[in-house]
């Protein structure tokens, strides 16, 4: 297992500092008269604390760099992780994940060859987020395959945050993406298909890939993550859903953790449903344990029908600690660390 002494020094040092300035307050509100030799204790107090932090923070300290992403996608976490292992950093690293996807055209989800609106409109959403906390998001792109690299477009090249429609796509090919018909053959059928009943109603795991979003942590032990999705198939023409909806189909802390979340986005949005899971890790929650609370936030609504929809949640901590919870069997997601790229099934909420 690799570790990194550069990132436990640094936790350390966080840890070292938080704890000095705590003990310096408390020596200054409650031992006024006795500040001096307050200070020297501590000071010893801080070396034998530093040296049991040092031990605890670098045991804690999971396999880097490592990437997980939502449902069965061991081609794009391998290509993320590609990227990482040539040094590149976690923001290139999600996106060429998703980029991969986003160009198979059997992923009928994401990208090329997603599945259309009522209309027959293959429309795109996505999000990207840095290390520093910038993000970049596209909502109802048509004509671009590579939305998750137009969203980081609009984070690194604009003063903006989210571009929509046609000047999304307009922005796109401004900075050189090609137009191009995204609804293929076999997407044309499936909608064709569904015209003839014309139901709308969510598919619970569809085809056990839904969105794709993806959170890597590089060597230096920085978090980035992107999300893309052709939204709800069959879909109402103009709806957005939560992938591109930062804080709630993505949120990356730097300090804390990140999650991405998958499935059906209105119930994700209702609760912002990522951001809530990294503020659950800021509180001491577990990457687990935060997903779990999430999902219960969905299900536990009054009046809530969870039985007819699902909804996933991955998310990493500082420490390289994952988790992942849906409210239905089936949802899985796809870890690649320490030379292991594997599926893992998600425990779930429904078990009646
Ligand atoms: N999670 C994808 C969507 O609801 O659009």
């Known amino acids: 297992m690799l570790i990194y002494f550069g990132m436990a020094i640094k936790i350390l040092e966080n840890q070292h500092m938080k704890r000095r300035k705590f003990i310096k307050t408390a020596s200054l509100t409650s031992v006024g008269l006795t500040l001096g030799s307050t200070l020297v204790n501590c000071d010893e107090i801080n070396t034998k604390t530093a040296v049991l932090q040092n031990k605890e923070a670098i045991a804690n300290l999971k396999a880097l760099p490592l990437v997980v992403a939502t449902w069965h996608v061991k081609e794009a976490t391998a290509k993320a992780m590609e990227v990482l292992q040539a040094g590149g950093n976690a923001l290139d690293a999600v996106e060429q994940g998703c980029r991969l996807e986003e160009a198979n055209e059997k992923n009928q989800t994401v990208g090329k060859g997603g599945l259309p609106d009522r209309d027959g409109n293959v429309t795109l959403d996505a999000c990207i987020m840095d290390k520093h906390g910038n993000c970049g998001s596209v909502v109802y792109l048509q004509n671009i ?204 909420y429904n078990k009646t």
């Open 145 to 348: 395959t590579h939305a998750v690299s137009v969203a980081r477009k609009v984070m690194e090249d604009t003063p903006h945050v989210m571009f929509a429609g046609e000047g999304a796509k307009q922005f796109a090919i401004s900075k050189g993406f090609q137009p191009e018909d995204l609804l293929t053959e076999a997407s044309k059928k499936a909608w064709e298909k569904w015209k003839i009943e014309a139901k709308y109603k969510p598919i619970i795991n569809i085809e056990n890939h839904d969105t794709i979003g993806m959170l890597a942590i590089d060597k230096n032990g920085d978090i980035a993550g992107a999300c893309t999705s052709s939204g709800l198939a069959y879909k109402i023409g103009g709806r957005v859903g939560d992938s591109p909806i930062i804080g709630s189909g993505l949120f990356v802390d730097n300090e804390i953790g990140g999650c991405v979340a998958t499935g059906l986005g209105e119930e994700v949005v209702k609760t912002v449903g990522s951001f809530l899971v990294v503020e659950l890790m800021r509180q001491g929650k577990t990457p687990q344990q935060a997903c779990e609370e999430a999902i219960g936030r969905i299900v536990t609504k009054p009046n809530s029908n969870y039985k007819n929809f699902q909804v996933g949640y991955i998310a990493v901590n500082k420490q390289g600690e994952i988790g992942s919870y849906s409210i239905h069997q089936w949802f899985s997601m796809t870890k690649f660390q320490d030379e292991k790229n594997e599926q893992i099934q998600s425990d779930y």
